[in-house]
């Protein structure tokens, strides 16, 4: 996955509207204050909010952690991080960081990948007591588009796409860790492409395109063909649409946890 990712790192900006969209979304839940000025964002990518994420607290000192080495990269040539805004490669499972010594843990678009259960243990194992967890997740039932295309397009129901955790894991995962939802929101979003090609074009370019079972995703001009044919009987006048279900939540580990 973290070579995947990787390979997006230098189109990944230019590309990714609705992750940054949906982050900016994220930001504006954000308490006014947190317990703690050290902060972790993760799954930073290229890092596109680091400025605003300090400018909001301007005493935070952040670590930026990614899986991918290339996505660090690239947040350092593009002037992002820096000694308020530090580079981290690490798992967002498994993060080589010390017990309750973190503010806030922010993450958007980016923990859809991991077990729900391992990832909110992680964030609320680094949280300090009262610390917060600012949390954005696309969830099952998102790219229906895409993969009833694809089940048309094959004749099967064999999944494409990598199951994503419905909200009922998220919220069992929270409660789980000791975290408590202050904030629960729930938005679908929808882009419009003007074909499959730039659809698909546009997941590579952002590390997106994660298959079941290790499949390579579109295999043969037949499968092509029919794949494009299905996904055209739902044209849009604004294109052919995918939408995206998503789940934002503000959470406070518990004081004594």
């Known amino acids: 996955m973290s070579d995947r990712f990787g390979r997006a790192a230098p189109s990944y900006d230019a590309h990714a509207g609705l992750q940054l969209a949906c982050a900016l979304s994220l930001l504006d839940m954000a308490p006014a204050e947190l317990p ?8 930073c990518a290229t890092a596109p909010l680091a400025r605003r994420q300090q400018s909001r607290w301007p005493d935070s000192r952040w670590l930026a952690v990614d899986l991918s080495p ?7 040539a593009r002037g992002r991080t ?21 503010g806030l843990v922010y993450s958007s678009f980016a923990l859809q990948w991991c077990l729900p259960a391992r990832a909110m243990a ?8 009262s610390g917060h967890l ?16 694809w089940a048309a397009a094959d004749g ?20 789980g860790a000791g975290l408590f939802p202050q904030q629960w929101r729930r938005m679908a979003f929808t882009e419009h492409y003007p074909d499959v090609r730039t659809l698909v074009r546009a997941f590579k370019a952002t590390g997106v395109d994660h298959v079941q079972g290790g499949a390579t995703g579109l295999t043969g001009k ?17 294109g052919l649409p995918l ?9 406070i580990k518990e004081p004594h946890g």
């Open 82 to 102: 820096g000694e308020r805004f530090q580079p981290l490669c690490a798992d967002a499972e498994r993060l080589p960081l010390a017990d309750a010594g973190l």
């Open 122 to 129: 992680e964030a609320a194992r680094v949280l300090v007591p």
């Open 134 to 149: 600012l949390l954005a997740v696309p969830l099952a039932g998102s790219l229906h588009e895409l993969r009833d295309s």
């Open 36 to 43: 703690d000025s050290r902060a972790l964002e993760l799954g």
């Open 243 to 251: 939408t995206w279900d998503v789940l934002f939540v503000e959470a």
């Open 70 to 76: 290339s996505m660090l990269a690239e947040a350092r």
């Open 222 to 238: 037949a499968a092509w063909r029919a794949l494009c044919d299905a996904y055209e009987a739902r044209r849009q006048p604004a």
């Open 156 to 175: 099967t129901r064999r999944p494409r796409l990598n199951r994503l955790p419905a909200e009922t894991d998220w919220r069992r995962a929270l409660e």
